[in-house]
């Protein structure tokens, strides 16, 4: 089986290149391709709107190279293979061999592009198409801008074609009557096909549609035979993949086999010998990997791998031999881990009793030493260590046959010992702490008075003498559990005498913050009083000003809110005698006092920013009156500017009328005079006439522009029947020399030792329409 998959991957590797070696590339949906990468979007978007005009469809192609073919005929080759018509014209840029070829079937085109090249001084047919490439795109090629250079070629190709189709409609009867006397050039219209050579043309016509439609259908035929080809060769390789795969989680599911072996071999020292709760942990261990291990035998053993071609069966076997070695190597993970707890206890309790064994005796002299040194019963400890004796006994004789249980109980006994050993050093730190307890107490008590001193708190509401004497209650009570050796109980009561400790100087402490902060603050508020008030009289003193300006709904609402801030700060200032009083040193009512302050700082502060919105919304009102009356003044300015305009443009008598902007300018001026002003009417107006001052710029504007149009459409009219007068007279030249347009032609510069140029015109009379010139750079 594999000799004939490697068989057939080798044909197919040597076929496929075959298949998509084509000399052209397909044609896609965008006028510029840009196969060979010499374009970015942006230029391919401006490129874009060039190609598709009113008389021609532009066709731009970008190659690296044509591969040993000369550029004419693959462009040709392209313009067949493409089919394109008689309004398309290709443009083929080939970057390595630094070419250029132009490319159409369009005889007025070539003789516009004939009559162009002419008053150049060049020849027609294929050197007038190289003098049109070697003056739009040739310059720019060399400086590497060919965004410029493709779309000034296709805007002058678009200009020139315009001007031959005047001339070639102005020529189009004369042509048809020459038609029935002659052999007929391939651009003299219909007619011609009666006699000469212009039938020759019409079949040439029709055999390249019959061409072209036949290598459309091999194209197509060849290409839906690659796609198969290409669907047979994935679904191989990924039935490969997937196969590969389902081996490897196989593989795996034998490994596991193995280790889960592995795992209930290591049980076989404990079978038959352990007991208790370490047995029980073996038997179950001991039973799930051997159920396991059928079960992993059997699953290993099942059905055969689907065939390659069968993706769905290969993609739901391994998606379900992954997730059941995923299941067994989870509960194998999790027994080998109860494995090794059984081993690790197995390996070191022993050890471990032995040293609790040894610390056992240390503990009890220590115990007895402190006993003898303070006097203290410390039965609790004695107690605590006749349990961790116990429990090493029980541990020890558990050791042999039970490893787990007595690894429980040793680690029992160690937190036990731990605690024994920190609560023998703790007798002797808090015997020392309750005997000094009584000079730290003075000290506390000596620290406290200070401070009422230093900050006159002596008629603080606070008592921070009750929590020394909380305190001093609490050592009396220490004294029971630290006789009998509770450490638990003596380290909480502690822990609650500091405590009462630091919130008795910590309370005073703040107290005296507060009086102080009190008394800042009182300053403070008696000064925001002052200025407040002086904020309030600017305002009321404002609002009466403005109420002989503007009308009063503009001012109704700041009047009310001075008058609800006036009420608000009176009430507010009653309350400051009561505060002075709670502050004071004989009341010491400083909690009280604070709240209140707190309360009059935020009133102040609310105050304060009203009075600031009332004031920026008196300036608001200032502020609108000033722009209607500065668009009051600038508008007269932009009128005359407007009109100056029109009369330097000879204009003056075709614009409308300014009759308008006078009267809303004196119904403006009418209303300014008169206060006080409603502010939404004068802004209504205001509007009213800025909106018919920007018109009627506007408009002046628009005639100009209008006026400027007309004579540069007049002066390109003028131009435009000069060059039909030329081309008329070149084509009626040209009707002479015979039959149909073929042209080529090509130069070269840039990258090479010399500039070089070539060219040649066949007039054989054929019926060829096509045209084609090229340059290199």
Known sequence: MKRFILLFLMISLLWVPGVFAADVPAQGSNPVQDEAGLLDSRDITAISKVTAGEAFTFHVLTVDSTEGMSAADYANDVFNSWGLAARDVLLLISVQDHDVQLVFENPPLQAAINTWAKGKGAASGSAALTKLLDTYFIPSAKNGDFTE???????????????????????????????????????????????????????????????????????????????????????????????????????????LLVQTNQALESLNPFQGIVQGKT???????????????????????????????????????????????????????????????????????????????????????????????????????????????????????????????????????????????????????????????????????????????????????????????????????????????????????????????????????????????????????????????????????????????????????????????????????GEVPQIETWTSDERGEFDQARSGLDRLLSLQDEASAQFSDISEGLDALNSRLDKINRLLAEGPARVDAAQSLLQRNGLARRARSHNPLIADYEKLTLRLVSPPFHLDELETLARSYEASISAFVEEANRLVRQKQEQERQAAMALLLEQQRQQQQQAQHNNNSLGGGNHSSGGSSWGGGDSNRSSGGSSWDGGGNDRSSGGSKW
Do not use: C
């Not at 003299?188 to 006699?195: A, L, N, P």
């Not at 043309?201 to 035979?225: C, D, E, H, Q, Y």
């Open 149 to 255: 250079g493709i779309t000034s070629l296709l805007s002058a190709v678009q200009q020139i074609g315009r001007a031959g189709s005047n001339s070639g409609a102005a020529h189009s009867g004369s042509g048809a009557s020459a038609g029935s006397q002659g052999s007929g050039s391939a651009g003299t219209g219909s007619t011609s096909g009666s006699h000469g050579s212009g039938a020759a043309g019409t079949g040439s016509a029709a055999l390249k549609n019959s061409s072209s439609g036949s290598s459309t259908a091999v194209r197509a035929a060849v290409f839906i035979g690659a796609v198969l080809l290409l669907g047979a060769l994935l679904l191989l390789l990924t039935g490969l993949r997937r196969s590969k795969q389902l081996s490897e989680q196989k593989e795996q599911l034998s490994s």
């Open 279 to 573: 047995g029980a942990l073996v038997e179950a261990i001991s039973s799930r990997l051997s159920t396991r291990l059928v079960d992993i035998s059997a699953r290993a053993g099942q059905d055969a791998k689907p065939a390659l071609y069968r993706l769905r069966e290969l993609q739901k076997a391994l998606e379900k031999l992954r997730q059941d070695n995923g299941a067994f190597r989870a509960a194998l993970e999790e027994d080998e881990k109860q494995i090794e707890v059984i081993s690790e206890a197995d390996r070191h309790v022993k050890q471990r009793i032995t040293t609790l064994k040894k610390d056992i005796p240390e503990l009890d002299e220590a115990l007895q030493v402190l006993i003898g040194k303070t006097g203290y019963s410390l039965q609790t400890m004695v107690q605590d260590l006749q349990t961790l004796a116990e429990k090493a006994a029980k541990a020890d004789q558990l050791e042999l046959f039970d490893p787990i249980a007595a690894q429980e109980f040793t680690e029992d006994a160690q937190k036990r010992q731990t605690k024994i050993g920190k609560d023998l050093q703790d007798v002797s730190v808090y015997n020392d702490k309750l005997k000094a307890f009584s000079g730290v107490l003075s000290d506390t008590r000596t620290t406290i008075s200070t401070l009422i001193v230093q900050h006159s708190l002596q008629n603080m509401k606070v008592r921070p003498y009750d929590h020394l004497e909380q305190a001093e209650a609490q050592a009396e009570t220490i004294k029971p559990p630290l006789q009998s050796g509770d450490m638990d109980e003596v380290r909480s009561i502690a822990a609650r005498m500091d405590l009462l400790l630091a919130e008795a100087v910590a309370m005073t402490e703040r107290q005296g913050q507060i009086r102080g902060q009190n008394q800042r603050d009182l300053e403070t508020v008696r000064t925001n009083w002052v200025r407040l008030k002086q904020r309030r009289d600017e305002l009321q003193s404002r609002s009466r000003d403005a109420g002989g300006r503007f009308a009063e709904q503009h001012l109704a609402s700041a009047r009310e809110a001075l008058t609800e801030w006036d009420t608000r700060l009176r009430e507010g200032a």
